[in-house]
């Protein structure tokens, strides 16, 4: 009997803590003079508990979007420190990329200017990617009348690239490992009297086409015989042509490094009857024949 009259007890306890918060006051305005009910509202201690945790939510919601999307949040001690951190890596970084790009543009238009002007040789040009950069000398002492001579007859030819059946031996190409710029099989060969200065090697069509010497591009562009042509200059006068070339992987500027692919095999240009790669190999401005260099 007492256990169920204190079971009742607390209940009746609960339902007049319960009515007790949900009772509502009412709050009158009246008019002093006339006192006349103006304006008046009921709360009850739940709801007025609610309405301030309400009201506090929105407050603190308010201050910390205003912290957060505001310059405000710099007056926090610690965050600037950590902020003006980050942003001073970042620029460093931005600054040292940009002075990268810029010396390789100067010296790339250095390079440009000085081929345009005369004051450089073409086998001269400097080197973009230190990583590489081979460093090998090849240049041949000199006699001053040699000097003079060669230097005389480089001015004058040049431009001028013409075919001739010039000696193997008499090209310093001692120590010089030239890579097979395809794996294919030899369909035309080198015919100075039919005017075809280089070879065609019969391949798989957009298989990779290898730089044979470390070089620089110099020429990239579509020709309506020869198709995709890219042309590379390499060191002791070498230059190698790649031509009917699917895609060209290089643009004009690029280092490249012996056995890099440059383009890929393809069927392009009238001249071309399939998938195969017409490959020359010139010298100071002279044709040669390839395949006294590199093991087809």
């Known amino acids: 009997m007492s ?55 929105f407050l603190i919601t308010i201050t910390s979007l205003a912290i957060i999307k505001t310059p405000i949040r710099n007056y926090l001690p610690g965050y600037l420190d950590v902020e003006v951190r980050n942003t001073i890596i970042m620029n460093s970084l931005r600054a040292d990329s940009l002075e990268m790009q810029l010396n390789r543009q100067s010296r790339y238009l250095a390079n440009i200017s000085a081929i345009l002007s005369g004051n450089m040789t073409v086998d001269t040009i400097q080197q973009f990617d230190s990583t590489a950069f ?92 020869y198709g995709n042509v890219i042309t590379l200059q390499h060191k002791n006068g070498f230059v190698s042509i790649y031509k009917h070339n ?12 012996a056995g890099e692919a440059i383009a890929l095999v393809g069927n392009t240009g009238e001249l071309s009857t399939g998938p195969h790669l017409h490959f020359e190999l010139w010298n100071k401005g002279i044709s040669i024949n390839p395949e006294e260099y590199i093991a087809f």
């Open 134 to 225: 081979i460093t090998a000398n090849y240049d041949i002492p000199r006699t001053e009348n040699e000097e003079r001579f060669v230097a005389t007859f480089e001015e004058e030819e040049k431009y001028n690239l013409t075919a001739s059946n010039l000696n193997a031996n008499a090209i310093a190409a001692e120590g010089i490992f030239f890579y097979k710029p395809v794996n294919g099989v030899i369909s035309s060969h080198y015919d100075v009297e039919k005017r075809h200065l280089g070879v065609d090697l019969v391949a798989g069509k957009k298989e990779s086409v290898l730089a044979t010497l470390e070089g620089i591009v110099i020429y990239t562009g579509y020709d309506q015989d």
């Open 3 to 57: 256990s169920k009259w204190g079971k009742t007890k607390v209940q009746i306890k609960k339902k007049t803590f319960w009515k007790r918060i949900r009772f509502k006051y009412k709050l009158s305005f009246y008019n002093e003079s006339t006192l006349e009910e103006v304006w008046s509202f009921r709360l009850s201690q739940l709801s007025a508990f609610i309405t301030f945790l309400v009201i506090a939510f």
């Open 246 to 257: 699917e895609v060209l992987l290089k643009g004009i500027g690029d280092p490249v490094v």
